[in-house]
């Protein structure tokens, strides 16, 4: 059975996903860097870029990223957490983003997961290491992602 | 750490907005009804309607939008709760909102979130103040909705 | 208020309902056999085919049916548990379903739900009866599924 701590820190790693989120669609780069910690590794794949190191360049990539559109929303479902010690879990999760690209384009759809090392920072969770899976997009420019690993 | 009455309530509280789902896509006017309070104030924007008082006048609209449609599905996720007292709370979701419409025109896709107040009520909870604020539509008529309040 | 020992069974639900849907998109048919119960009866409705019994069949069932796809994403949201004994629920979950045939041709999108009935088995639960109820299709060829029963 789990833990009543097991069960409050699976609530709070699912808040700080929903914090990701909510920031990707209210256009916060600020609030995105504070899902992160200091020296995170972020890596959403060869298309967007090469893996980021660090905090500043998180907020940095999620500024430049955000503006290619007028709106976003972000459906993130199928929340796995899986505890490595009491303060370190690696966590799963599903996402369905839509997109609104400035340009007028069609909109772009990501069907992704997100595969994330968390660590318990203080009072709460923060996102130390992140991978970017992609199942698969439409509208998307042909970039290339890192694959969800289907047989 | 939440305390199990916390995290009970949480639960529960996910409970109710999956039920107002349900009742939606089940096109149940009175099982929506039942998910808000006798004196609840609703405002699904400007483009739907005035914001609406009361339980029988949710019903009513309810009963109205739903037969709009021969299917729905809401898909309702990053459910995020804060606590402002022990009975009342205040709770985010994001809605992926799948419409059929009885005219035969094209699909309508609603990303959305609900902004809730919730409240204790005897055994369960109900939603007390709803506004339901919009990232952005596919399909729909041009309506004016509530923002997200993106940057 | 729910028990400790509730609240972990619904996580220890949940885990398995997005188990099975991670199984789908990885196209691991083992993983989703290990789903279920050694008896259990899953309908997919008619157009998918007959009820079918038994692990075997299921693990069969799936093998067949996801090699249909290049790619999918099932994005599970809308859990809801009800405990019939501390060792047996019934479980509604609602399920959009993004798939890209192998054909070429145009994606197909489902949404649904599972209604599952789950049962305790040693440390974990098991899917022991699931019936896919489907709100709508997108690209589907027409089958017959069984409804949601929308008024």
Redesign the interface.
């Known amino acids: ?5 097991e ?2 820190d ?3 790693i699912a ?1 700080l996903l ?2 990701y ?2 920031c990707c ?4 780069p600020d609030g995105i860097a504070a899902c992160f910690t200091e020296d995170c590794v972020a890596d959403y794949g060869p298309g967007v870029g090469p893996p980021a190191s660090g905090r500043a360049t998180r907020r940095a990539e999620a500024a430049r990223d955000l503006q290619l559109f ?11 957490v899986e505890f490595e010690t009491a303060d370190r879990a690696r966590v ?1 999760s ?1 996402l ?1 983003a ?1 997109h ?1 690209p400035r340009t007028g384009d069609a ?1 772009w759809h990501l ?2 997961q997100y595969d994330d090392v968390m660590v318990r920072a203080g009072a709460g969770w923060l996102i130390a290491e992140r991978r970017l899976l992609v ?2 997009t ?1 509208g998307f420019p042909d970039w290339e992602w890192l694959p ?4």
Do not use: E, K
């Open positions: 059975m789990a833990s009543l701590q069960l409050s699976r609530a709070a808040d929903h914090a989120c909510r669609d209210l256009n916060d007028d709106a976003t929303s972000h459906h993130l479902s199928n929340i796995v799963q599903v369905y839509w609104r909109d069907h992704a199942a698969g439409v969800i690993g289907r047989a």
